[in-house]
């Protein structure tokens, strides 16, 4: 089973649980700005997890429908979302089981480079490209590979609770992995992996540019400061389909 099929489960939400919706809600605050819609404009969320950024965008007017593999993150969107706002579905970020084009497709919080070859990972961006209708708007949120090499934490651990967690992290055969291992009185170690496959400005901005994809700015963060490879923590490619 690859890795993403396994670690967005119920420890996921442990793991990750200090994510909050001001958090989100900040982001998409600035992510407007950029976007340039108008109110009810359609926007998908791919790779919308446990859907905080989709409601955050549901706040601001748009029409939202937030997609993932996970079923267990999907529930979780379900549980925030108590009005129905958002339509949700489940599916693969390379084929997602959708007809019709958005005024915004969005993919944040590095929910790309899941795969180890590049032919997968480029179908993702070739199903942002068919999503979107003609001039329609893209966010792609990824790490910033140089700030990850420079600045990566090798080892942490913390108490979740009655959990015990801990992550190394390495980069290894051009990717970055974080192996999680949870340990709780009288059970076995639970064992995780998350990776991302790094790619550099330049090779982003390929990948786009193949896809028929048109860059506009790339920020190194919410704060809408421009992209700096020292410096910047992300690596935030917006822009739009060619017209």
């Known amino acids: 089973m690859a890795w993403y099929q396994e670690s967005f489960g119920n420890d996921y939400l442990i793991v990750y649980k200090h994510r909050d919706m001001q958090g989100a809600y900040h982001e998409v605050k600035k992510m407007i700005d950029w976007l340039d819609l ?7 969320d791919l790779c919308c997890g446990m859907g905080r950024h989709s409601m955050a965008l549901t706040e601001f007017g ?3 429908t937030g997609v993932d593999l996970s079923e267990v993150l999907l529930n979780e969107a379900l549980k925030l979302d108590e009005t129905k706002q958002v339509t949700w579905l489940r599916g693969d ?6 007809e019709r084009q958005f005024d915004a497709v969005v993919n944040l919080f590095t929910s790309f480079g899941y795969f180890d070859e590049n032919e997968q990972n480029e179908k993702v961006i070739g199903e942002v490209q068919r999503l979107l209708k003609k001039g329609g708007r893209f966010i792609i949120d ?3 590979p140089v700030y990850i090499q420079a600045n990566l934490v090798p080892q942490s651990e913390r108490m979740e609770g009655d959990l015990f ?3 190394a992290r ?6 970055v992995r ?3 291992v949870i340990s709780q009185k009288d059970t076995a170690d639970r064992h995780y992996l998350e990776q991302i496959k790094l790619y550099d400005r330049t ?4 990948m786009l540019e193949k896809a028929g994809l048109h860059i506009d700015s790339v920020y190194g963060g919410y704060d809408g400061q421009p992209y700096e490879a020292e410096t910047s923590s992300r690596m935030i490619f917006v822009g739009h389909k060619e017209g």
């Open 38 to 44: 108008p109110q009810g404009a359609q926007v998908l």
């Open 62 to 64: 748009y029409e939202v």
């Open 93 to 98: 970020m390379r084929e997602v089981p959708i």
């Open 142 to 144: 990824f790490l910033n």
């Open 165 to 167: 967690i801990r992550e």
């Open 170 to 175: 390495a980069i290894e055969e051009g990717c």
């Open 178 to 180: 974080k192996r999680i």
């Open 203 to 206: 090779a982003f901005e390929a």
